[in-house]
């Protein structure tokens, strides 16, 4: 009985080492809340882009159809740095362009927004 004991507690420390691994180490990143964010890329992400991506940029269709795609995962369209801030800049297929609302320093933030903070480095 007290092999068993001894046993059991010790299933239940490996168990809690193990959920306290995967819920406090990595992650990192991916995990990044853009509505508890004060950088400045993630307010202009809210004021201009959530309407479109959703406010945490997982994406949404609007009402009249348009399928937004999501900014975190999935197959991305536009990949590299260059092509992300053409896309921004120019906008298309349902996108509208920034180019006139932001300056490119902001529109560079963004791009590094896009790929270190909600796509975690994957390019
Ligand atoms: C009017 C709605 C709208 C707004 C506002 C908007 N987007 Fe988009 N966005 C879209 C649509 C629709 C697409 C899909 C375009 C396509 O398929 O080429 C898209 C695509 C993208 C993509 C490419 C995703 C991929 O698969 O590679 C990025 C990056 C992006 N948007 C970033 C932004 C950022 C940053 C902002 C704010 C500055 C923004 N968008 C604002 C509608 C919008």
Known sequence: MTRYL?????AVLIIFTLVCLLSCGGGGRKNFVISESRSYEAS?????CAIC???EADGKTLSDG???PGLRQGEFKYRSAG???????EGGNG??????QLTEREINMLVEFVQSDLRGGVR
Do not use: A
């Open 6 to 10: 001894r046993s059991f507690k010790l």
């Open 44 to 48: 202009l992400f809210r004021q201009n």
């Open 53 to 55: 991506h959703g406010p």
């Open 66 to 68: 348009t399928l937004v």
């Open 83 to 89: 092509e992300i801030y053409r896309h921004i800049s």
């Open 95 to 100: 996108m509208v362009p920034f180019r006139n």
